[in-house]
Antibody
Framework: QVQLQESGPGLVKPSETLSLTCTVSGDSISSYYWSWIRQPPGEGLEWIGYISYSGSTSYNPSLKSRVTISVDTSKNRFSLKLSSVTAADTAVYYC??????????WGQGTLVTVSS | DIQMTQSPSSVSASVGDRVTISCRASQGISSWLAWYQQKPGKAPKFLIYAASSLQSGVPSRFSGSGSGTDFTLTISSLQPEDFATYYCQQANSLPWTFGQGTKVEIK
């Protein structure tokens, strides 16, 4: 059974870069599509972007200029970097595995607060 | 971007009730629609894909229907563990987008 676990700082200062890692167990990261999704407190879900098994990426245009998703196949994990953060980026960040279109397996989520 | 609009935003129901949640896309998405269930403090759980296909392990009281722009999630007989927020998601075109959610509350 695939498991995903997010990790990274829970507090980031405004204008800095948010960095999170998703470690995958029970499956090879060299298959499927691996996404980041976020949810501001009390709000709905927003897809941030994905990296595919082939290494191709796709980002939400609303965040594209600030987002980078990368993969480390040797450690079976993938990462999110979001630059120039503001309070509007405060959210629970989820990593998820999908077959390209849907999100079948999710990590438990990690809350990232942007504050000085 | 394709906008997904769910209705109602919340519904109060009792155990055993039939509950129906609607999801409308701002443009046609064929059957590229999924439904998720989210409980407080937890990650969403994948329930239905391709508008009407039940994910393995999901109880048969959940069903989905629709195509094009109008979709429905039905819970045939609400159980205590079904009280949660439900989201639809379109997978027809990037960026993938979600509805704003429908909260199913205890009456």
């Amino acid at each position: 059974q695939v498991q995903l676990q997010e990790s990274g700082p829970g507090l980031v200062k405004p204008s800095e870069t948010l960095s999170l890692t998703c470690t995958v167990s029970g499956d090879s990261i060299s298959s499927y599509y691996w996404s980041w999704i976020r949810q501001p407190p009390g709000e709905g879900l927003e897809w941030i972007g994905y990296i595919s098994y082939s290494g191709s990426t796709s980002y939400n245009p609303s965040l594209k200029s600030r987002v980078t998703i990368s993969v480390d196949t040797s450690k079976n994990r993938f990462s999110l970097k979001l630059s120039s953060v503001t309070a509007a980026d405060t959210a629970v960040y989820y990593c998820a595995r999908g077959a390209g279109t849907y999100f079948q397996h999710w990590g438990q989520g990690t809350l990232v607060t942007v504050s000085s | 971007d394709i906008q997904m609009t769910q209705s109602p935003s919340s519904v109060s129901a009792s155990v055993g009730d039939r509950v129906t949640i609607s999801c409308r896309a701002s443009q046609g998405i064929s059957s590229w629609l999924a439904w998720y269930q989210q409980k407080p403090g937890k990650a969403p759980k994948f329930l239905i894909y391709a508008a009407s296909s039940l994910q393995s392990g999901v109880p048969s009281r959940f069903s989905g229907s629709g195509s094009g722009t109008d979709f429905t999630l039905t819970i045939s007989s609400l159980q205590p563990e079904d009280f949660a927020t439900y989201y639809c998601q379109q997978a027809n075109s990037l960026p993938w987008t979600f509805g704003q959610g429908t909260k199913v509350e205890i009456k």
